[in-house]
Antibody, heavy 122, light 113 residues
Framework: QLQLQESGPGLVMPSETLSLTCTAS??????????WGWIRQPPGKGLEWIGS???????YYNPSLKSRVTISVDTSKNQFSLKLSSVTAADTAVYYC??????????????WGQGTPVTVSS | DIVMTQSPDSLAVSLGERATINCKSG????????????LAWYQQKPGQPPKLLIY???TRASGVPDRFSGSGSGTDFTLTISSLQAEDVAVYYC?????????FGGGTKVEIK
């Protein structure tokens, strides 16, 4: 059974780069037909898709964050990673990684990692 | 971006009674070539990640109890919990995957009356 686990610093200074990694176990991120996504949830708020990556490296990002986001994949480690630059307090959120089942232009997410809280503060 | 609007923001339902959550998309998420609605529903309990309940608007995900059902087409969709159980207390979200970026509704909180 596929499980995903996010890891990375829980506190990031304003203007710096947030870096998170998602490690998959019980399944391979090199499976064809699936993307791997990042979604975030600010405290007490709803869900926002950040971007997704295919195992071969193809990516697509939320236009609202595109200028600051980089998602990469390391199939040898069964991991994919998120970098978000120039962070502000508005980037404070729980960050989730998830498997994306490709349906048309994008897809639905299942399963999700447990999430990792990230606070942007000096 | 396709805006997803859920209603109500919250509802309280007695145990064993029906709960109905609505989701409206800013444009149709029905893809005419395959007659599929590109819509999913999730359940999020406190302190937990979202859990997929429904995809293609009405297909239950593996292991999801049959008291959960999805319906609707085009721009108007409904998630129904036919007989509310205590473990169904959660926030429910709809999500469209018709276009990029995939977008979520604001959530509906379901509580016990």
């Amino acid at each position: 059974q596929l499980q995903l686990q996010e890891s990375g610093p829980g506190l990031v200074m304003p203007s710096e780069t947030l870096s998170l990694t998602c490690t998959a176990s019980g399944g391979s991120i090199s499976s064809s037909g699936y993307y791997w996504g990042w979604i975030r949830q600010p405290p007490g708020k709803g869900l926002e898709w950040i971007g997704s990556i295919y195992y071969s490296g193809g990516t697509y990002y939320n236009p609202s964050l595109k200028s600051r986001v980089t998602i990469s994949v390391d199939t040898s480690k069964n991991q994919f990673s998120l970098k978000l630059s120039s962070v502000t307090a508005a980037d404070t959120a729980v960050y989730y990684c998830a498997k994306q089942w490709y349906g048309g232009s994008s897809g639905w997410f299942d399963p999700w990692g447990q999430g990792t809280p990230v606070t942007v503060s000096s | 971006d396709i805006v997803m609007t859920q209603s109500p923001d919250s509802l309280a339902v007695s145990l064993g009674e029906r709960a109905t959550i609505n989701c409206k998309s800013g444009q149709s998420v029905l893809y005419s070539s395959n007659n599929q609605n590109y819509l999913a529903w999730y359940q999020q309990k406190p302190g937990q990640p979202p859990k997929l309940l429904i995809y293609w608007a009405s297909t239950r995900a593996s292991g999801v109890p049959d008291r959960f059902s999805g319906s609707g087409s085009g721009t108007d969709f409904t998630l129904t919990i036919s007989s509310l159980q205590a473990e169904d207390v959660a926030v429910y979200y709809c999500q469209q995957y018709y276009s990029i970026p995939p977008t979520f509704g604001g959530g509906t909180k379901v509580e016990i009356k």
